[in-house]
């Protein structure tokens, strides 16, 4: 986790702000625990009185605690700790100028307890402004403001030595009216805080057994933790005869060891999970006590204490690591009764101490009573956890975060341990976990869950089989099958399942040829380089048919191979750094991006860090593996079109707006584009600006949420495309900034320039920042994106021999050598691969763009990679020495679109017709679609066109269609 990330998922001055007002409120709470060596002399009173004294503060926090914490439900965190810190001020106004006797000192410390119920108010407003995965260290930041406690024991007895004990409390009135002040103006209320419920709901949650084991474990954690930090005073004092001075200078060393830890331990609770965690403390929290149980020396007594404080400080925070998975909906009344139990503890505790010293003389017995309850907490942990693993939390108590209701936190483990229980309906699932009953808009996913699990038929009587297979198998979890039948090339054990499910790790079987497959490699916006380029033609030539295809999206397809063979093409692919894992079926596909980004002087900014960052947290993520359909997305900072953003799901492409002031370039956000599944749809803006450095966060979120709110109940209408269609963009935005949990910005000036380019032919590149030589980037051509392994590694040799070895894929299927010195260029230009693959095509090849065909692909109606050659040819004969211009002619196979016909000049789909009582090849021609700024779908002109007579249609067009594309 990085702090970036951390800072960016919520609001960090709110969360600051709630450490200050936790911080502050825990000082004026403590008070009479760190005046009680000046007070008991002062007013004569015994150790059983001290105890007391020192106690009714924490008495009076735990019995206001669940009271606030109602309040921070109904009327929000914000208003409730204004009002706390405001309640505040009377109880140290009477301390100040009434409270001159232990009876009204002692109604003076309940009335303090209003600043120690600040914990119920403090963390709710931290919890709510970040997701499940921040949870422990939101709120451990957030619980540290329990540090306040150490700025009590350290200042109090010295101001009071040197001005009084009853000046004290008048002195504390300034930070806590500075404290109000900064928080009135910094702090703001979560945009994820819940409607107020009625009171009678709360009420739910103290008849479940879960509250009142959180009772019991933060009674010992915070309950030590509290109740210690008011009596360290006191016990340095009375078990070592310490002066005033120093009896707080041990206590304030011990007691900022537990505060500054806090945080630390949430830290810890996210990553190794609460649960674990705690038990580990408990039982070091027990010998502890009863190491101090045996009265030892002042220097062993302040390290055992020292050791003690930060035990409890680390629970403080893994305890409120599992309380929001837990309770993530009544986090406001939970925290407040569970704080007040936390009181309770603190109350106990130094009642306990005072009164066994008061008995016997001697602190032993109560710190053994503290050992047995920390080793019973425990053995209750590890008990009762059992319950909450894979329901409500992970694996040792670490977050799930990926709920499918958002308004109840219900993830996919609570669903399935419901169904497993019996819950077969919504009704009944809906009563069980709190899915489905509020907004509503999880019932239909509820529903294809509840479908896929077998337990009830869908509307129409049948199921999605492709969410069947998902429901029993995630699709990344087919790797063992696919193994453990490679060795003995058993295809044909393969089930249809898994056959789908191969996918999932780039492995598809092709039906045109049986026993053979295809492997999509993962490039990131076309990036690779030579060594990579030369093992994949070494393994076309070992197991394929020497050669290769470039696709639509940056991506090479390796063909023929049998399944014996994928173990060592795996195996050798990952030592060059690729892999193939997730290029196919109902997941985010390669991340596609200017293929020069980094090196076009036409580039608002670098969009390289964003893809790849984009594409580590997407690959191998269970959070992302199961989408109701592919999800395809474009990164790109490209002034130039040069990819065809308006087709994808999801396109970031290059704005720049004014952010303090000052101009940030960054992207704005467009969503909802497709082809095929109906057609082209061009993406839609969703008036959203995103700089580069949330850029990531933002392209997660948006994924989630159409993994979580996508259609699912047809595969021809599971695109984003159609839940737009279904909900409409204002929903998908507000949704968006719901879980955004920040305000989204407005969309910025889009910065793209009206034309396009496919960075074709020799450009040169930005001036190098050390003033280096002139560098060029050469773009070949290379016709229906079908490419040789004698021509792969004639590429690689030439990016070697006049590059860095870097090449760079295009969404036309072509290729570009970088970093060209101008020196170099001349003799680039006459090797002979520029023949074969062209720097400078025709104007018909161009822009020619073709998908596999029938000859690999069982959807496809023709051979399109053939016959888009044999037209082109026959094209560039007969405007030989005519002035044509560059256009583009996409061929599509079939209705789904791989080759974007629909986004073209002129755009052909392969359909069969009948001429002469013969069933021949043909394509419907549509012309003048294209994407860019000004995106339009193309517009059909012709049907059933034989391919033969191609030619003849085109070349009209080809002379004098309108530039579109």
């Given at each position: 986790?990085?702090?970036?990330?951390?800072?960016?998922?919520?609001?960090?001055?709110?969360?600051?702000?709630?450490?200050?007002?936790?911080?502050?409120?825990?000082?004026?709470?403590?008070l009479?625990?760190?005046?009680?060596?000046?007070?008991?002399?002062?007013?004569?009173?015994?150790?059983?009185?001290?105890?007391?004294?020192?106690?009714?503060?924490?008495?009076?926090?735990?019995?206001?605690?669940?009271?606030?914490?109602?309040?921070?439900?109904?009327?929000?965190?914000?208003?409730?700790?204004?009002?706390?810190?405001?309640?505040?001020?009377?109880?140290?106004?009477?301390?100040?100028?009434?409270a001159?006797?232990?009876?009204?000192?002692?109604?003076?410390?309940?009335?303090?307890?209003?600043?120690?119920?600040?914990?119920?108010?403090?963390?709710?407003?931290?919890?709510?402004?970040?997701?499940?995965?921040?949870?422990?260290?939101?709120?451990?930041?957030?619980?540290?403001?329990?540090?306040?406690?150490?700025?009590?024991?350290?200042?109090?007895?010295?101001?009071?030595?040197?001005?009084?004990?009853?000046?004290?409390?008048?002195?504390?009135?300034?930070?806590?009216?500075?404290?109000?002040?900064?928080?009135?103006?910094?702090?703001?209320e979560?945009?994820?805080?819940?409607?107020?419920?009625?009171?009678?709901?709360?009420?739910?949650?103290?008849?479940?057994?879960?509250?009142?084991?959180?009772?019991?474990?933060?009674?010992?954690?915070?309950?030590?933790?509290?109740?210690?930090?008011?009596?360290?005073?006191?016990?340095?004092?009375?078990?070592?005869?310490?002066?005033?001075?120093?009896?707080?200078?041990?206590?304030?060393?011990?007691?900022?060891?537990?505060?500054?830890?806090?945080?630390?331990?949430?830290?810890?609770?996210?990553?190794?999970?609460?649960?674990?965690?705690?038990?580990?403390?408990?039982?070091?929290?027990?010998?502890?006590?009863?190491?101090?149980?045996?009265?030892?020396p002042?220097?062993?007594?302040?390290?055992?204490?020292?050791?003690?404080?930060?035990?409890?400080?680390?629970?403080?925070?893994?305890?409120?690591?599992?309380?929001?998975?837990?309770?993530?909906?009544?986090i406001?009344?939970?925290?407040?009764?569970?704080?007040?139990?936390?009181?309770?503890?603190?109350?106990?505790?130094?009642n306990?101490?005072?009164?066994?010293?008061?008995?016997s003389?001697?602190?032993?017995?109560?710190?053994?009573?503290?050992?047995?309850?920390?080793?019973?907490a425990?053995?209750?942990?590890?008990?009762?956890?059992?319950?909450?693993?894979?329901?409500?939390?992970?694996?040792?108590?670490?977050?799930?975060?990926?709920?499918?209701?958002q308004?109840?936190?219900?993830?996919?483990?609570?669903?399935?341990?419901?169904?497993?229980?019996?819950?077969?309906?919504?009704?009944?699932?809906?009563?069980?976990?709190?899915?489905?009953?509020?907004?509503?808009?999880?019932?239909?996913?509820?529903?294809?869950?509840?479908?896929?699990s077998?337990?009830?038929?869908?509307?129409?009587?049948?199921?999605?089989?492709?969410?069947?297979?998902?429901?029993?198998?995630?699709?990344?979890?087919?790797?063992?099958?696919?193994?453990?039948l490679?060795?003995s090339?058993?295809?044909?054990?393969?089930?249809e399942?898994?056959?789908?499910?191969?996918?999932?790790?780039?492995?598809?079987?092709?039906?045109?040829?049986?026993?053979?497959?295809?492997?999509?490699?993962?490039?990131?916006?076309?990036?690779?380089?030579?060594?990579q380029?030369?093992?994949?033609?070494?393994?076309?030539?070992?197991?394929?048919?020497?050669?290769?295809?470039?696709?639509?999206?940056?991506?090479?397809?390796?063909?023929?191979?049998?399944?014996?063979?994928?173990?060592?093409?795996?195996?050798?692919?990952?030592?060059?750094?690729?892999?193939?894992?997730?290029?196919?079926?109902?997941?985010?596909?390669?991340?596609?991006?200017?293929?020069?980004?980094?090196?076009?002087?036409?580039?608002?900014?670098?969009?390289?860090?964003?893809?790849?960052?984009?594409?580590?947290?997407?690959?191998?993520?269970?959070?992302?593996?199961?989408?109701?359909?592919?999800?395809?997305?474009?990164?790109?900072?490209?002034?130039?079109?040069?990819?065809?953003?308006?087709t994808?799901?999801?396109?970031?492409v290059?704005?720049?707006?004014?952010?303090?002031?000052?101009?940030?370039?960054?992207?704005?956000?467009?969503?909802?584009?497709?082809?095929?599944?109906?057609?082209?749809?061009?993406?839609?803006?969703?008036?959203?600006?995103?700089?580069?450095?949330?850029?990531?966060?933002?392209?997660?979120?948006?994924?989630?949420?159409?993994?979580?709110?996508?259609?699912?109940?047809?595969?021809?209408?599971?695109?984003?495309?159609?839940?737009?269609?279904?909900?409409?963009?204002?929903?998908?935005?507000?949704e968006?900034?719901?879980?955004?949990?920040?305000?989204l910005?407005?969309?910025?000036?889009?910065?793209?320039?009206?034309?396009?380019?496919?960075?074709?032919?020799?450009?040169?590149?930005?001036?190098?920042?050390?003033?280096?030589?002139?560098?060029?980037?050469?773009?070949?051509?290379?016709?229906?994106?079908?490419?040789?392994?004698?021509?792969?590694?004639?590429?690689?040799?030439?990016?070697?021999?006049?590059?860095?070895?870097?090449?760079?894929?295009?969404?036309?299927?072509?290729?570009?050598?970088?970093?060209?010195?101008?020196?170099?260029?001349?003799?680039?230009?006459?090797?002979?691969?520029?023949?074969?693959?062209p720097?400078?095509?025709?104007?018909?090849?161009?822009?020619?763009?073709?998908?596999?065909?029938?000859?690999?692909?069982?959807?496809?109606?023709?051979?399109?990679?053939?016959?888009?050659?044999?037209?082109?040819?026959?094209?560039?004969?007969?405007?030989?020495?005519?002035?044509?211009?560059?256009?583009?002619?996409?061929?599509?196979?079939?209705?789904?679109?791989?080759?974007?016909?629909?986004?073209?000049?002129?755009?052909?789909?392969?359909?069969?017709?009948?001429?002469?009582?013969?069933?021949?090849?043909?394509?419907?021609?549509?012309?003048?679609?294209?994407?860019?700024?000004?995106?339009?779908?193309?517009?059909?002109?012709?049907?059933?066109?034989?391919?033969?007579?191609?030619?003849?249609?085109?070349?009209?067009?080809?002379?004098?269609l309108?530039?579109?594309?």
């Amino acid at each position: 986790m990085h702090l970036r990330q951390f800072l960016r998922a919520g609001h960090w001055p709110t969360l600051l702000c709630a450490f200050l007002y936790f911080d502050v409120s825990f000082m004026v709470w403590v008070l009479l625990g760190a005046l009680a060596n000046s007070i008991v002399p002062d007013l004569g009173l015994n150790d059983a009185e001290r105890g007391l004294l020192v106690a009714v503060p924490l008495l009076g926090g735990a019995v206001l605690r669940p009271v606030l914490g109602a309040l921070t439900d109904r009327i929000g965190a914000r208003r409730t700790a204004q009002l706390g810190m405001g309640l505040t001020l009377v109880p140290l106004w009477l301390g100040w100028q009434w409270a001159d006797r232990f009876t009204a000192l002692l109604v003076t410390g309940l009335l303090l307890g209003v600043a120690g119920a600040s914990f119920a108010v403090a963390l709710p407003l931290a919890s709510r402004w970040y997701p499940p995965r921040f949870q422990g260290l939101a709120l451990g930041i957030a619980g540290a403001g329990n540090s306040g406690t150490a700025l009590a024991v350290f200042f109090a007895p010295r101001l009071a030595a040197a001005l009084g004990w009853r000046a004290v409390f008048g002195l504390a009135l300034l930070p806590l009216v500075l404290t109000l002040l900064v928080f009135t103006l910094f702090a703001r209320e979560s945009p994820c805080q819940p409607p107020p419920k009625p009171w009678r709901a709360y009420a739910v949650v103290l008849r479940q057994a879960d509250t009142w084991w959180f009772c019991l474990f933060y009674a010992v954690t915070f309950g030590g933790f509290v109740g210690l930090a008011s009596f360290l005073n006191s016990y340095f004092r009375l078990e070592h005869d310490l002066d005033l001075i120093a009896a707080g200078t041990f206590a304030t060393i011990c007691v900022l060891a537990g505060s500054f830890l806090r945080p630390i331990g949430g830290y810890l609770a996210d990553r190794l999970g609460g649960v674990r965690l705690l038990v580990v403390l408990y039982l070091g929290l027990a010998a502890v006590m009863l190491g101090l149980s045996g009265a030892p020396p002042l220097t062993s007594s302040a390290g055992l204490l020292l050791v003690a404080m930060a035990l409890l400080g680390l629970g403080n925070g893994a305890v409120f690591q599992l309380v929001p998975q837990r309770f993530p909906q009544e986090i406001g009344v939970v925290t407040g009764i569970v704080g007040a139990a936390g009181g309770l503890g603190g109350f106990v505790l130094p009642n306990l101490l005072g009164g066994w010293r008061y008995v016997s003389g001697s602190f032993a017995g109560g710190f053994t009573a503290v050992a047995i309850v920390a080793l019973a907490a425990a053995l209750a942990l590890r008990r009762v956890s059992r319950t909450w693993e894979g329901v409500y939390v992970g694996v040792g108590g670490r977050a799930d975060d990926t709920p499918i209701c958002q308004c109840h936190g219900v993830g996919p483990k609570q669903l399935a341990a419901a169904i497993a229980a019996g819950k077969t309906s919504l009704a009944a699932l809906g009563q069980a976990t709190g899915a489905g009953t509020s907004c509503g808009d999880c019932q239909p996913l509820l529903a294809q869950i509840l479908a896929a699990s077998g337990t009830v038929r869908s509307a129409a009587g049948t199921q999605n089989k492709i969410e069947i297979l998902k429901a029993e198998k995630d699709g990344l979890d087919a790797l063992p099958d696919i193994l453990r039948l490679a060795p003995s090339n058993n295809w044909q054990q393969l089930s249809e399942d898994d056959k789908q499910r191969a996918k999932w790790h780039g492995l598809f079987f092709r039906k045109p040829t049986p026993g053979h497959f295809m492997m999509r490699l993962r490039l990131e916006a076309g990036r690779t380089n030579s060594r990579q380029f030369r093992l994949i033609a070494d393994l076309s030539d070992e197991y394929g048919k020497g050669f290769c295809d470039l696709t639509t999206r940056q991506q090479i397809q390796l063909r023929w191979f049998t399944l014996a063979d994928v173990p060592d093409i795996w195996r050798r692919l990952g030592d060059v750094g690729l892999g193939s894992q997730q290029t196919g079926m109902d997941n985010v596909r390669g991340v596609c991006g200017c293929p020069l980004a980094g090196l076009t002087p036409h580039e608002l900014l670098d969009a390289t860090p964003v893809v790849q960052s984009f594409t580590r947290r997407i690959v191998g993520n269970r959070e992302f593996s199961n989408l109701p359909r592919k999800f395809n997305v474009t990164i790109t900072g490209c002034l130039e079109n040069c990819c065809p953003t308006e087709t994808q799901d999801l396109a970031l492409v290059p704005a720049y707006r004014e952010l303090d002031g000052r101009q940030v370039n960054g992207f704005n956000v467009l969503v909802g584009g497709k082809q095929g599944s109906g057609g082209y749809r061009p993406a839609e803006p969703l008036d959203v600006f995103v700089p580069p450095d949330e850029a990531t966060e933002l392209c997660l979120e948006i994924t989630r949420l159409y993994r979580d709110h996508g259609p699912r109940a047809s595969r021809t209408r599971a695109r984003l495309a159609f839940l737009l269609e279904e909900r409409g963009l204002v929903w998908f935005r507000d949704e968006l900034a719901r879980r955004w949990r920040r305000p989204l910005l407005a969309a910025g000036t889009d910065w793209r320039k009206p034309q396009r380019s496919d960075h074709l032919g020799i450009r040169p590149q930005k001036t190098a920042p050390d003033g280096g030589p002139a560098l060029y980037s050469v773009g070949f051509c290379v016709p229906v994106g079908r490419i040789t392994t004698s021509q792969m590694r004639q590429v690689a040799d030439l990016a070697e021999r006049y590059g860095n070895g870097e090449l760079r894929l295009t969404v036309e299927q072509n290729i570009i050598v970088p970093n060209v010195p101008e020196a170099r260029l001349g003799a680039l230009t006459e090797e002979p691969i520029c023949k074969e693959l062209p720097f400078d095509p025709s104007p018909i090849l161009r822009g020619l763009v073709c998908c596999t065909g029938i000859d690999y692909c069982h959807l496809a109606l023709i051979e399109t990679k053939t016959w888009a050659m044999e037209v082109a040819r026959e094209l560039e004969r007969r405007t030989a020495g005519q002035k044509v211009q560059p256009l583009s002619i996409h061929w599509s196979g079939c209705s789904a679109g791989c080759g974007l016909h629909q986004a073209a000049a002129i755009g052909l789909q392969g359909c069969r017709t009948r001429v002469n009582g013969q069933i021949v090849d043909a394509v419907h021609v549509c012309v003048r679609g294209r994407t860019g700024p000004q995106a339009t779908v193309a517009t059909d002109v012709l049907y059933d066109v034989p391919c033969s007579q191609l030619a003849d249609v085109l070349e009209p067009l080809v002379r004098y269609l309108p530039r579109s594309g």
